[in-house]
């Protein structure tokens, strides 16, 4: 239930899984040579079936929504309307979903969120709609999706066990 109404909000606002899974690809392409899109579309798919995930994009879309309908109180409808840089609450409800996957979630959020990949660049410079808390869901959405691949292959063959190098 709340899985479809999260795709649905997203898919609304222009969001693909697929333009997520894009991210997901150019951020682990590097670490795995072999990793296709699809991996990169079931990954965000199953960032996406997380509860705590669903939730975050209901209420950051919600959000985005009323201050585009110019629904909210001052001064948080000027906050939201002008993405305020030191309002940081959008980061903060992203956050929560980088959490899922572990530390390696938090800084390729961080990277995210400076360099505006893919479709993030495009709803950060969308004018006449709000996307203050859409883009930094993407980014979490990638990210998570992205830390949720390194964990599945993990790259031991850098580490010595005992004097050895370990190979898989």
Do not use: W
């Not at 795995?32 to 990169?40: A, D, S, V």
């Not at 893919?118 to 709803?123: A, F, H, N, T």
């Not at 883009?135 to 949720?148: M, Q, T, W």
């Amino acid at each position: 239930m709340f899985y479809e109404h999260a795709i649905e909000l997203l898919d609304r606002r222009g969001v693909t899984i697929e333009a997520i899974a894009d991210i997901v690809y150019d951020l682990q392409l590097k670490f795995h040579p072999q990793l296709t899109r699809r991996e990169c579309v079931e990954s965000v798919d199953t960032v996406l079936k997380k509860r705590e995930v669903q939730h975050a994009i209901i209420t950051g879309v919600a959000l985005d929504e009323l201050a585009e309908q110019k629904k909210l109180p001052y001064p948080l409808q000027q906050m939201l309307e002008s993405d305020e840089p030191l309002y940081g609450i959008d980061e903060i409800v992203a956050l929560s979903i980088t959490n899922v996957y572990g530390t390696i979630g938090l800084t390729s959020f961080g990277y995210l969120d400076k360099n505006k990949n893919g479709i993030i660049s495009q709803l950060n410079s969308n004018k006449g709609m709000v996307h203050a808390f859409l883009d930094d869901l993407v980014s979490g959405i990638a990210a998570a999706a992205s830390a949720r691949i390194a964990h599945e292959y993990p790259d031991f063959s850098r580490y010595e066990i005992n004097g050895e190098k370990d190979s898989l």
